[in-house]
């Protein structure tokens, strides 16, 4: 198992235009580690310089203490998954997975064991004769891990591996590549933009935006308290609530006083961010609650979205088995304290 610390990386392909502003990362042996964020924010950039294939301007990467920053890519010890597989067609399921230690000289016998070991770790043993092209999508990605893994890289990177799979498929392998990576105790760093694959998959994970980390941490807590508007928009709905403390302390928002686990100056502003499923529909008014008029509901099978407005603002408030409500009626919305987490 490999920890890896990345300090000062930086990198722009034209003079002024910062695709990564220097950033620090520091990845546990043995995690599974997510860069999340939308597209351009340089993820894929910084997983390429991770792999050697990238040269950053400034900054250092070190693999268990080892500065590895000007290797070239076959001293690393990485290996890469990509998004499109990158498997050779002609070959067979055995030849492909073969590929990188015959490359690297791998002695027959020892060679062999590795790609018997890699093809069960995947299941996919019983398809070692098998051309590439028989094959499904999900059993193509599952090679090109093997292929990946037959190597035993000292940092395995995942860029997007899972995006042109269907959502079935996609469900199915988030499983199999944390039961694999945690077999193999594997060190891995995964790209993605997808949301619901870094908080099902990851040890912990960074959300980027435009080059800059915005947030590291568990998916628990990152999730429940991000720290940052964009973060909070980002990792799933959120309903975000601004307000100023008035001379008692209490924080006057357009909704009237609520209570939130955070102090501040008379005069101060602050914004909140309360999931949709935090918020309560109650029977009747109390402490942090409001009145707001059901407008709309989204039923989506296990939940129901449930949009409110209140004193000229909209509300989200997701649901699970939730009982028949009539849109035009007004009800109760109790907003805990607890779960009003202050953002930036």
């Known amino acids: 198992m490999t920890s890896v610390e ?6 722009s392909y034209r003079p002024g235009v910062p ?8 990845v546990e042996p043995g995690e599974l580690f997510f860069l999340l964020g939308p597209s351009g924010c340089g993820k894929s950039t910084l997983l390429r310089i991770l792999a050697g294939l990238v040269e950053p301007d400034s900054g250092s990467i070190r693999f268990d203490g080892v500065e590895i920053t000007r290797l070239p890519p076959e001293k690393r010890r990485t290996a890469m998954v ?6 050779w067609p002609h070959l067979t399921v055995y030849e492909n997975v073969a590929f990188g230690l015959r490359s690297a000289g791998e002695k027959k016998a020892e060679l062999d064991r590795e790609v018997r070991a890699a093809l069960e770790l995947v299941r996919m043993e019983e398809y070692a004769e098998r051309k590439i092209p028989s094959l499904s999508g999900g059993q193509q990605q599952r090679i090109a891990l093997a292929r990946a893994l037959a190597v035993r890289p000292a940092l395995l990177l995942l ?5 042109n799979l269907d959502a079935r498929l996609r469900d199915a392998m988030r499983h199999e590549i944390r039961r694999i990576c945690k077999e193999r105790g594997q060190t891995a760093i995964y790209v993605t933009h997808d949301r619901q694959e870094a908080l099902s998959m990851a040890d912990r994970l960074a959300v ?8 590291i941490g568990t998916p628990e807590t990152v999730y429940n308290d991000p720290g940052d508007a964009f973060v909070a928009s980002f990792l799933g709905d959120a309903n ?4 100023a403390f008035d001379s008692a302390g209490s924080w006057v928002t357009l909704f009237g006083v609520l209570k939130l686990d955070a102090a501040g100056k008379p005069g101060e ?4 961010m309360i999931r949709p499923e935090r918020i309560c529909i109650a029977d009747s008014p109390g402490e942090n609650t409001i009145a707001a008029k059901l407008t709309a509901r989204s039923f989506t099978g296990e939940s129901c979205e449930w949009t409110f407005e209140a004193a000229g603002r909209t509300l989200t408030v997701i649901e699970s088995a939730p009982p028949e409500r009539k849109p035009g009626k007004t009800f109760h919305l109790r907003l805990p304290a607890s779960q009003l987490k202050v953002v930036q």
């Open 159 to 163: 860029d997007e591996p899972l995006s």
């Open 269 to 272: 502003t602050l914004r909140a």
């Open 6 to 11: 990345i300090k000062g990386i930086a990198k």
């Open 208 to 215: 980027m935006e435009l080059g800059v980390i915005r947030r």
């Open 240 to 243: 975000l609530i601004d307000g």
């Open 19 to 26: 695709v990564l502003k220097p950033l620090d990362l520091s």
């Open 82 to 87: 990509f998004q499109n597989y990158a498997l």
